[in-house]
C-alpha cells in the first residue's frame, strides 16, 4: 500500500489568512493525487484532482501544486466556510489511500 | 443531477456479513463511471474498500480483498456491497461514492457521495 501523510495534523487560522496542507506519498505517485474537504456530519467533497486541476464549483481561492512524492493544498485567503477537514487521496495504484486528515480550525 | 443513497442494516452481529446497497439517482450506473464504496470509522479518516464497473469488473482494497464483494444490479440502477466476518473494527459510516470523469478521462477520485450509513458491529 501506498502511504499517505499529512501535515499538520491540525492547523489554527485566522479568516483571510493563507494556509498550506502538505501531503507526502511514500512512493511516487505522479499527479495522481485529490484533495476533499469534509465538514463534519457530512460526506467528503472534491476540491483538486490531478494534482493541481480545479474541481467545477470550487472557490479559485483552492489551489493544488506538487507531483511525484509530495503535494500541497493551499487556500489563499481562508473564510468563515472553510473550516474543515482536508484529506489527500491518492489513485496512482490499488488501493486508493487517503492521508489521516487535517483539520482547520478557527484561531 | 446524479444522486447516490446507502441503505441496509444499521447492526451487524460479530462474525456476520454486512451488507449495504446504493442506490443510484437523476443518472444511468452504466454512465461510464466507476463507483466505489469508502467506510469512516467514528472520529478517524477514510478507507476505499473497492469498486465496480457496470460491466461486473471490480476492484478490491488488499486489506479487505478476502472479505469484500462488491456486486451491481443494472435493472434496479444500484451496486451493492458484502462484506463478510466482520470485528468491532468494521463499525464505520458507510458511503457510496461515483468514480470521477473529465474531458473523457476517468479518475480514482470521488466527485458525488451519498450522505454515508452508520453500521454498527455488535452483539
Known amino acids: 500500500d501506498i502511504q499517505m501523510t499529512q501535515s499538520p495534523s491540525t492547523l489554527s487560522a485566522s479568516v483571510g489568512d493563507r494556509v498550506t496542507i502538505t501531503c507526502r506519498a511514500s512512493q511516487s505517485i505522479v499527479s495522481w493525487l485529490a484533495w476533499y474537504q469534509q465538514k463534519p456530519g457530512k460526506a467528503p467533497k472534491l476540491l483538486i484532482y490531478?494534482?493541481?486541476s480545479l474541481e467545477s464549483g470550487v472557490p479559485s481561492r483552492f489551489s493544488g501544486s506538487g507531483s511525484g512524492t509530495e503535494f500541497t493544498l493551499t487556500i489563499s485567503s481562508l473564510q468563515p466556510d472553510d473550516f474543515a477537514t482536508y484529506y489527500c487521496q491518492q489513485y496512482n495504484s490499488y488501493g486508493w489511500t487517503f492521508g489521516q486528515g487535517t483539520k482547520v480550525e478557527i484561531k | 443531477q446524479v444522486q447516490l443513497q446507502e441503505s441496509g442494516p444499521g447492526l451487524v452481529k460479530p462474525s456476520g456479513t454486512l451488507s449495504l446497497t446504493c442506490a443510484v439517482s437523476g443518472g444511468s450506473i452504466s454512465s461510464g463511471n466507476w463507483w466505489s464504496w469508502v467506510r469512516q470509522p467514528p472520529g478517524k479518516g477514510l478507507e476505499w474498500i473497492g469498486e465496480?464497473?457496470?460491466?461486473?469488473?471490480?476492484n478490491y482494497n488488499p486489506s479487505l480483498k478476502s472479505r469484500v464483494t462488491i456486486s451491481v444490479d443494472k435493472s434496479k440502477n444500484q451496486f451493492s456491497l458484502r462484506l463478510s466476518s466482520v470485528t468491532a473494527a468494521d463499525t464505520a459510516l458507510y458511503y457510496c461514492?461515483?468514480?470521477?470523469?473529465?474531458?473523457?478521462?476517468?479518475?480514482?477520485?470521488?466527485?458525488?457521495w451519498g450522505q454515508g450509513t452508520m453500521v454498527t458491529v455488535s452483539s
Open positions: 461514492a461515483r468514480g470521477f470523469c473529465s474531458g473523457g478521462a476517468c479518475y480514482g477520485a470521488f466527485d458525488i
Open positions: 465496480i464497473y457496470h460491466s461486473g469488473s471490480t
Open positions: 490531478k494534482a493541481s
